[in-house]
């Protein structure tokens, strides 16, 4: 590494940790200021990652940068992302502008609600806030497509701890936003001067947290996956984007173009040798055969290899979490959020141990009753190979009363 980048890094990392032990931004502010002259995305995102695994909890590097983004903004200002139409980064990039721009109506529209002397003469805006909280709140499948492609792709390039970051802020935007249209759906539970007050606290805070993590995603997040992704890599990206699928506010333009045009590889019509064949105890099967079975299963299937590292995922149609292939091959623990790493951790380490020889979980989505079960997958010594996720809707299951015969 160059000397001055990586003396500038040290200086940075012991000026966090100031930050961390108790001094005031305003002690170390022109220091930063001095520190941060050159500095790059990819430097930014190696001292987060420095620093975590020093020990220093992620929640409190998310804490800090709200302190020290202020002291990078001008010089990440300088530096800028340019990406193709049909790309994932220009993608991710224009949804970020409507996103910003929905912001705007809503504070704008929340300013309005809270000028108005009573209910009657906020219906209207009311029902307009309503309808932008939820269009904000439809982003949901932009951050699917950063947390299942995006993010595996940066932690197999060693860039580990600010995807790690950003997702536990997407975690936190989830529930500001399903706070948000709680209180707006529930307004008529609140006298009008109590829900203003609500109203502007739940706004500001969804407002400055989102403005915030955009701004950390478009100037060092997404800097730093243009300088290490490779040109592969973000084809596959947009393919996995594609069946991922797009926000209500994503342009049809950038839906519709694609990331480089290419012809797709004519099948093989050449028999399979034998190598390519299943040799299985009870029979045998082709490849091709094999995937489909797998895939025509009404369970979604998911298998983590005896390192935890995620080797397999099944294509069934209408799979209930999304999976691509950007996480083959990544750690289990990076597909969870930071809250149930523990949960997961635990299973693994009793499955390993012999301890238990399944784990279920059942929850509610939308109506719906999903079932999650987890099992040791062992060899015939009992030696341990790995875990298999199987994820099922049971909801049409729990109906079924009395018999049904085949011939019915």
């Not at 929905?102 to 300013?111: A, K, M, R, W």
């Not at 739940?202 to 915030?212: I, M, P, R």
């Not at 030696?383 to 809707?393: K, M, P, R």
């Amino acid at each position: 590494m160059d000397p001055e980048a990586e003396k500038r890094k040290m200086v940075l990392k012991d000026l966090i940790r100031q930050l961390h032990a108790g001094a005031s931004p305003q002690e170390v502010k022109e220091r930063f200021k001095e520190a941060i002259e050159g500095i790059t995305p990819l430097e930014i995102s190696e001292i987060e990652q420095d620093l975590i695994e020093e020990g220093m909890p992620r929640e409190e590097i998310q804490r800090l940068c709200k302190v020290h983004l202020a002291a990078f903004e001008e010089q990440l200002g300088k530096q800028s992302v340019e990406a193709p139409p049909g790309s994932p980064l220009r993608i991710l990039m224009e949804e970020h502008k409507i996103l910003l721009n929905l912001l705007e109506v809503l504070n704008s529209i929340t300013n309005a609600v809270r000028r108005a002397g009573d209910s009657d003469h906020a219906i209207g805006d009311i029902s307009e806030l309503s309808r932008i909280a939820k269009e904000i709140a439809d982003a949901e499948r932009h951050y699917l497509r950063e947390e299942n492609v995006l993010f595996p792709i940066l932690q197999k390039h060693g860039i580990k701890e600010p995807p790690a970051i950003m997702w536990i802020e997407h975690n936190q935007l989830r529930e500001m936003k399903r706070q948000l249209l709680k209180l707006i759906e529930g307004n008529k539970d609140y006298n009008f001067q109590e829900f203003k007050d609500h109203l502007g606290e739940a706004v500001e805070s969804l407002s400055n947290t989102l403005s915030s993590h955009i701004f950390k995603e478009n100037n060092i997040l997404y800097p730093a996956a243009q300088n290490a992704v490779t040109d592969r890599e973000w084809r596959e990206a947009r393919r996995e984007f594609d069946e991922i699928g797009y926000c209500s506010f994503t342009p049809n333009y950038l839906i519709a173009t694609p990331y480089i045009e290419g012809s797709v590889e004519p099948k093989s019509t050449v028999a399979p040798s034998d190598e390519e064949l299943l040799q299985l105890d009870t029979g045998t099967l082709t490849k091709e055969e094999a995937e489909a079975i797998l895939n025509a299963l009404p369970i979604d299937i998911t298998f983590v290899d005896k390192a935890d590292a995620v080797k397999y995922f099944s294509k069934s149609e209408g799979r209930i979490f999304v999976r691509t292939r950007s996480i083959i091959g990544t750690k289990v623990q990076r597909c969870h959020p930071q809250k149930s790493i523990h949960i997961v951790n635990r299973i693994l380490d009793e499955f390993k141990a012999g301890k238990k020889d399944a784990a279920e979980f059942w929850i509610r989505m939308g109506g719906r009753l999903v079932y999650i079960r987890y099992f040791p997958v062992r060899d015939k010594d009992r030696n341990y190979l790995g875990t298999l996720e199987v994820t099922q809707d049971i909801t049409s299951i729990k109906e079924i009363e009395g018999e049904k015969r085949l011939l019915d």
